[in-house]
T-cell receptor
Framework: DSGVTQTPKHLITATGQRVTLRCSPR?????VYWYQQSLDQGLQFLIH???????AKGNILERFSAQQFPDLHSELNLSSLELGDSALYFC????????FGSGTRLTVV | GENVEQHPSTLSVQEGDSAVIKCTYS??????FPWYKQELGKGPQLIID?????GEKKDQRIAVTLNKTAKHFSLHITETQPEDSAVYFC??????????FGTGTRLQVFP
């Protein structure tokens, strides 16, 4: 157990729908990073939050958004889903070195 | 833009042999270079990392070397075991703190 908790583990949804992925960082970690892992794109950085504030953005689509709450958990919202959004979504927290959660596998049908 | 190239994409070795995976990064501002092991159905797990002020770091059977001038860093696994079979990712972190990952190497260790 890495200490980074992601829910749900699996999600199957239809095109055009909206989903929310949840991440709880390790106890005491203020940072949450979101990454997308697809077969043809590898691990791509999406967004970084630190203590509730957005710190950096990667190639995150406008259909995607995230936030970090006062209790430090984070949610990644994916809307108007397309088939190409099917991927593994990981969050990581970091005091020193990134610790990844076990991911959410999103399948868009 | 920022880019990390990783080679080879697949690597097959006999148990007990050594394995070497190489990465090249483009952003000279990168100062942190971790390596991750990802097993099927799991998230990436940090196995070793190195900072730019260090040329080499070793942890039991795993070592990482860094050549800042050439912007190369490598993972060396000695005395490989079947449980080393997994996908390995290198990454580089520029000052912005995000990780840029390589494309991964699938390592297979045959008994």
């Amino acid at each position: 157990d890495s200490g980074v908790t992601q829910t749900p583990k699996h999600l199957i949804t239809a095109t055009g729908q909206r989903v929310t992925l949840r991440c709880s960082p390790r106890s005491g970690d203020l940072s949450v990073y979101w990454y997308q892992q697809s077969l043809d794109q590898g691990l791509q950085f999406l967004i970084h939050y630190y203590n509730g504030e957005e710190r950096a953005k990667g190639n995150i689509l406008e259909r995607f958004s995230a936030q970090q709450f006062p209790d430090l958990h984070s949610e990644l919202n994916l809307s108007s889903l397309e088939l190409g959004d099917s991927a593994l979504y990981f969050c990581a927290s970091s005091a020193y070195g990134y610790t990844f959660g076990s991911g959410t596998r999103l399948t868009v049908v | 833009g920022e880019n990390v190239e990783q080679h080879p994409s697949t690597l097959s070795v006999q148990e007990g042999d050594s394995a070497v995976i190489k990465c090249t990064y483009s952003d000279s501002a990168s100062n942190y270079f971790p390596w991750y092991k990802q097993e099927l159905g799991k998230g990436p797990q940090l196995i070793i990392d190195i900072r730019s002020n260090v040329g080499e770091k070793k942890d039991q059977r795993i070592a990482v070397t860094l050549n800042k001038t050439a912007k190369h860093f490598s993972l060396h696994i000695t005395e490989t075991q079947p449980e080393d079979s997994a996908v390995y990712f290198c990454a580089a972190s520029p000052y912005t703190d995000k990780l840029i990952f390589g494309t991964g190497t699938r390592l297979q260790v045959f008994p």
